[in-house]
């Protein structure tokens, strides 16, 4: 009986993330300014409000429990521009949390950005100018974010209002980003400070301790990149891949 309860349960859990999952042909209760095709938010969502404001590209992958919120609050009048952008390909790990303030102090996370779990991306944060008042009772400071195409931010990174990152920018779990980020930069710690840089002529500096992965073979078909997912093996050489397709 134990058995047979606990495969229902699953069973109906299972059903309600298909059911419960936003996609554009099927946006539950939001109105979201754009969802792009291939685009899919996982159930249970986390708080979503202000999606007016909100677009996101397409084939973004948004994890559940994610928190995307333009305006300080629900039922805000945030004007005729968007406030918060996600572009094409966007990875938001689970438990993640983006929060934009107005047009005036938007987040754009560019295309092909990968978030691991439980990152936070805001442009507004508490102030604490008055030391008589509690912080939580004063007006906050916000500015614009900017997230360049092809980043990674590791789990539970945290990017300050008024960070801008350049593209292809590595930000280290845990690190905490504010101000300006270069292109193809790797950053670590609190506050997030630039550890490693990419030199055209003399490569990384300072040089990578471990060699790089290599690279899918040419003609590798994704039918048999699946076959070999199935397979169980990572092999990269191509006649472990074909091997596996059965090719």
Request: glycine content about 14%; aromatic content about 6%; charged content about 15%.
């Amino acid at each position: 009986m134990s058995r047979a309860l606990s495969r229902s349960v699953h069973a109906l859990w299972r059903h309600a993330q298909r059911a419960g999952a936003v996609t554009a042909e099927h946006p539950g209760p939001y109105a979201f300014r754009r969802i792009g095709d291939g685009t899919r938010l996982a159930f249970p969502q986390g708080t979503l409000f202000g999606t007016e404001w909100i677009e996101m590209g397409d084939h973004c992958v948004i994890g559940a429990e994610v928190t995307l919120t333009a305006g300080m609050m629900p039922d805000l009048d945030l004007g005729p521009e968007t406030v918060l952008r996600l572009g094409d390909g966007v990875v938001l790990g689970r438990g993640s949390h983006v929060v934009a303030d107005t047009a005036q102090a938007p987040v754009t996370i560019g295309n092909d950005v990968f978030c691991g779990p439980y990152v936070y991306i805001t442009s507004t944060n508490h102030s604490y100018d008055d030391p008589h008042t509690p912080i939580g009772r004063q007006w906050p400071r916000s500015a614009p974010v900017e997230i360049g195409a092809g980043s990674w931010l590791g789990t539970g990174a945290v990017v300050l209002p008024g960070a801008r990152l350049g593209r292809n920018v590595v930000v280290a779990a845990g690190a905490v980003v504010r101000g300006e980020v270069p292109d193809h930069a790797v950053v670590a710690g609190a506050p997030a400070k630039v550890v490693r840089r990419w030199d055209p002529e003399e490569g990384w500096l300072p040089p990578l301790r471990t060699p790089p992965p290599a690279p899918v073979p040419e003609g590798v078909t994704s039918e048999q990149l699946r076959a070999l997912a199935a397979f169980g093996t990572a092999g990269p050489e191509a006649g472990t891949l074909d091997t596996a397709a059965g090719g």
